[in-house]
């Protein structure tokens, strides 16, 4: 019997149980929509303010059961572009629930130079992010994100039917909400290939935005990306080669 046919049952039997319904949900985790991960390599090539700019490498490898890493690093092509960033994390996935274990940063961009490392210690209900100045100490909210796993809980997101979603998020500096919003459905030639997208929005604040172009097929990767501030295009990044990533 399929997942969908088994719950339709025993919704029948229990309905009016409400108690007795959300334990058979806990029961039966296997009969969630979650994306599962694969082991993943991206290649995105970079344009800075419509000019080429170089790449970013994205690696994802599961290191155990529920156990993964990624290492994200953006390299410039031409020694005077102002940014160079470089992060690694490391989080679980069970049940469609991501959950970030360590992020470690090194940003540069326009002379300015930001390191540290971000410990998500749940069981101490605290994030602890070390930086240049020091440590700084967060409670530790549910569902939070890094800058990495916020996209992939929204991977593991879109498949339920929704169409905004928020997440607190730990970046460099402080605990904020991320938000995201689906604003259209489209096709998506890249170098790496053709895509049907999911088109996202996100409001940074600022006057600054970022526009996500997401292929399920791909496993709800990104495909395409762009960064507005005050209303121009200053980075924006398509896929180029990939190796992995499915099914």
């Known amino acids: 019997m399929s997942c969908q046919a088994l719950f339709t049952d025993l ?18 985790p296997a009969c969630s929509i979650a994306t599962p991960l694969v082991n993943c390599e991206l290649e995105y090539q970079l344009r800075w303010h419509g000019l080429p700019a170089g790449k ?5 490898n599961q290191l155990s059961d529920h156990l993964y890493e990624v290492h994200l690093e953006t390299q410039p092509s031409i020694p005077f572009l102002p940014f160079n960033y470089i992060e690694k994390n490391r989080f679980t996935l069970i049940n469609g629930i ?12 326009n002379g300015n130079r930001k390191q540290g490392t971000i410990d998500f210690e749940a069981s101490k ?18 569902k939070v994100q890094d800058k990495i796993t916020e996209l992939l809980q929204l991977a593991q997101d879109l498949p339920l039917g929704a169409q905004t979603f ?8 402080q605990l904020k909400q991320a938000q995201f919003k689906i604003i259209d459905h ?11 997208t999911i088109v996202i929005e996100q409001i940074k604040g600022n006057q600054r935005k970022t526009i996500l172009w997401i292929a399920p097929e791909l496993n709800y990767m990104v495909v395409k990306m762009q960064e507005w501030r005050k209303d121009k295009l ?14």
Not at 186 to 196: F, L, S
Not at 237 to 242: V, W
């Open 186 to 196: 489209q096709a998506m030639p890249t170098e790496a290939g053709n895509w049907q």
């Open 166 to 173: 928020n997440y607190p998020l730990m970046t460099e500096k």
């Open 98 to 109: 991501v959950t970030p274990i360590f992020f470690e940063f090194l940003y540069k961009e």
């Open 125 to 142: 209900n605290k994030i602890v992010l070390h930086h240049q100045e020091g440590e700084s100490v967060f409670n530790y909210p549910p």
């Open 56 to 60: 970013s490498l994205q690696k994802l």
């Open 11 to 28: 919704h029948k039997k229990y309905a009016y149980l409400y108690k007795g319904l959300i334990t058979l949900l806990f029961l039966f």
């Open 234 to 247: 200053f980075i924006e990044g398509e896929l180029k080669a990939y190796q992995g990533c499915h099914h």
